[in-house]
């Protein structure tokens, strides 16, 4: 394992045998130039994520790109190509349902590799955090103010007012569903930034958008419809942006 080849080395090769430069990677893969010119200077390593998409745009294995495998033509590959080609005949309805799907797959994912890495974590390296509300990325979930309890996280921890769970798939890649969002309390230029909002008794937390005669709570994952608040109607309906998400963290067992 400790003489696999480097990702920046492979990419070098691959793109010399490609005849393709830099800029013409960056169209196809759709991967900045600064991403990539930080992955062949070694400076980065990709995400999985954009491995593929460099696997893709190179017509090369991942495995091949992730120095475990010499086989440029590893039948992985096939098998990434023929999922790709099913996609893209799938019209736009369907393509979201298959993008919604693999969503969930990767989420059960990372969360069953993150519980493989929590058992070796040493308690030095968590930080304790309490968790006084719990918010719904997603249809919405009752707000008690008054509950808490601790968790623990082995990622960096900015400074916060509070935190809260987050419950649902619908800020899916970016807040995953059992994650904790760290809280700033209060809001200043309402135009897309993601909050937790309290809206008639029940927490949300989504991109929230002021548009003068109404407030539009909007999520990531597309399968979930915009949420739409007139301003008429908050005369009588209790409304408040609670504060802005400037992380979530992960829970592990201490």
């Given at each position: 394992?400790?003489?696999?080849?480097?990702?920046?080395?492979?990419?070098?090769?691959?793109?010399?045998?490609?005849?393709?430069?830099?800029?013409?990677?960056?169209?196809?893969?759709?991967?900045?130039?600064?991403?990539?010119?930080?992955?062949?200077?070694?400076?980065?390593?990709?995400?999985?994520?954009?491995?593929?998409?460099?696997?893709?745009?190179l017509n090369v294995p991942e495995a091949y790109l992730m120095g475990w495998t010499d086989d440029i033509n590893s039948s992985n590959?096939?098998?990434?190509?023929?999922?790709?080609?099913?996609?893209?005949?799938?019209?736009?309805?369907?393509?979201?349902?298959?993008?919604?799907?693999?969503?969930?797959?990767?989420?059960?994912?990372?969360?069953s590799i993150g519980n493989n890495i929590n058992e070796n974590i040493g308690n030095e390296d968590i930080t304790e955090i309490l968790?006084?509300?719990?918010?719904?990325?997603?249809?919405?979930?009752?707000?008690?103010?008054?509950?808490?309890?601790?968790?623990?996280?082995?990622?960096?921890?900015?400074?916060?007012?509070?935190?809260?769970?987050?419950?649902?798939?619908?800020?899916?890649?970016?807040?995953?569903?059992?994650?904790?969002?760290?809280?700033?309390?209060?809001?200043?230029?309402?135009?897309?930034?993601?909050?937790?909002?309290?809206?008639?008794?029940?927490?949300?937390?989504?991109?929230?958008?002021?548009?003068?005669?109404?407030?539009?709570?909007?999520?990531?994952?597309?399968?979930?419809?915009?949420?739409?608040?007139?301003?008429?109607?908050?005369?009588?309906?209790?409304?408040?942006?609670?504060?802005?998400?400037?992380?979530?963290?992960?829970?592990?067992?201490?």
């Open positions: 394992m400790n003489n696999k080849t480097s990702i920046e080395k492979r990419l070098k090769e691959i793109m010399l045998i490609r005849n393709i430069n830099l800029s013409k990677l960056s169209d196809i893969s759709k991967i900045s130039k600064s991403s990539l010119h930080s992955y062949l200077k070694g400076k980065n390593k990709p995400k999985q994520n954009n491995i593929y998409k460099l696997s893709m745009a590959n096939s098998l990434l190509e023929k999922i790709n080609n099913n996609v893209i005949k799938l019209n736009s309805k369907n393509q979201n349902k298959t993008l919604n799907y693999t969503n969930e797959l990767l989420n059960s994912q990372n969360k968790v006084t509300e719990k918010a719904a990325a997603g249809t919405g979930y009752s707000y008690y103010g008054e509950e808490s309890e601790i968790y623990y996280t082995s990622d960096d921890v900015p400074n916060h007012d509070f935190a809260t769970r987050i419950t649902g798939d619908s800020m899916s890649p970016k807040l995953l569903d059992g994650d904790i969002a760290l809280i700033s309390a209060g809001y200043d230029g309402v135009n897309g930034q993601i909050y937790l909002v309290d809206y008639d008794g029940k927490s949300f937390i989504k991109k929230v958008y002021n548009e003068g005669t109404r407030y539009v709570l909007r999520s990531i994952n597309p399968k979930y419809d915009d949420i739409i608040l007139y301003l008429t109607d908050l005369e009588d309906i209790y409304f408040n942006i609670i504060g802005r998400v400037i992380k979530s963290v992960t829970p592990v067992q201490k």
